[in-house]
């Protein structure tokens, strides 16, 4: 079968299912047109029944594509029919970020970087801390807690409503990590010097419960994964109580990064210009 990517500017892509809310298209169109490079990346809906199939046109040339993203719900599979994942994606048992390279499917997860990018960012110094506190033990918090332990942190608490989900995240990320149910959540805030939210509490709207940041050290930082809207109801908690906060709309854009530089051959850069084109969508699709 012929390989369309021959003498073919790089052609990237996101795809899950759905996929038309993606905006990625936009965070890396901008970035192909800020730096005059070639290339387009496209969003491609792929249902879970043709995702196996849609993978082997990326590895046999047939699509023409020279990787993307990937995202819910395809990370756990795209990561089982990649060819060299690396221990990032091993780890995790998931992939976001698929490339071609001498003739193999390679795979990781940027999640994590993009998680502590935006800290690094937004609130220099984050990381001295001994204690995390993480709230939700679902699919999202995983490269989190990742992150979070291959930065350092001594302690990371998980505190889920189900503690066997908070349980599996320790056993799999080691002995820093513990898992706690939500009666433990006042314990466990107790002097620690950074709070992350992986749920979904607030998210577009839905309900929030409330929360009393009160036990955590003087100036510990808030933070939450969710960026739509822009300031969760945790967050505006945690500003009301007078603790410094970081939206998720960083880890977004900052996740992006490591990918556009596979595929384009550039290492772009996460500035105002491109946070504003996001909020600007999220402002329009409201």
Same mark, same amino acid.
């Given at each position: ?44 809906? #792929? ?22 993203? #990937? ?116 314990? #466990? ?36 994964? #969710? ?60």
């Amino acid at each position: 079968m012929a390989d369309r990517r021959e003498n073919s500017p790089p052609a990237a892509f996101v795809t899950g299912w759905p996929i038309k809310h993606s905006r990625s298209p936009i965070i890396h169109r901008h970035w192909l047109k800020q730096y005059g490079l070639p290339g387009s990346y496209n969003a491609v809906a #792929v249902s879970e029944g043709d995702f196996a199939a849609f993978i082997d046109g990326l590895k046999n040339g047939s699509l023409g594509l020279s990787g993307g993203n #990937v995202t819910i719900p395809h990370k756990e599979v795209a990561f089982a029919l990649s060819d060299r994942p690396d221990e990032l994606a091993t780890e995790l048992g998931a992939a976001n970020t698929l490339w071609l390279q001498d003739g193999q499917l390679h795979a990781t997860n940027t999640d994590g970087y993009g998680f502590t990018a935006n800290l690094d960012g937004k609130h220099p110094g984050w990381d001295k801390v001994d204690r995390a506190v993480i709230l939700g033990a679902g699919g999202a918090s995983r490269a989190v807690v990742q992150a979070l332990r291959d930065r350092g942190i001594n302690e990371i608490h998980i505190v889920n409503r189900t503690v066997p989900r908070a349980r599996e995240l320790a056993d799999r990320f080691g002995p820093k990590i513990h898992a706690h149910g939500l009666p433990a959540l006042k314990e #466990v805030m107790a002097g620690a010097g950074l709070f992350v939210n992986t749920t979904s509490l607030g998210m577009d709207g839905a309900e929030s419960a409330s929360f009393d940041f009160s036990g955590l050290k003087s100036g510990a930082l808030v933070t939450d994964i #969710v960026y739509v809207p822009l300031e969760t109801p945790i967050l505006r908690q945690a500003r009301e109580q007078g603790y410094p906060t970081t939206d998720g709309l960083g880890m977004l854009l900052h996740q992006a990064v490591p990918g556009f530089e596979r595929w384009f051959g550039h290492r772009p850069v996460v500035d105002s210009v491109l946070r504003q084109l996001i909020i600007q969508d999220i402002q329009a699709a409201a």
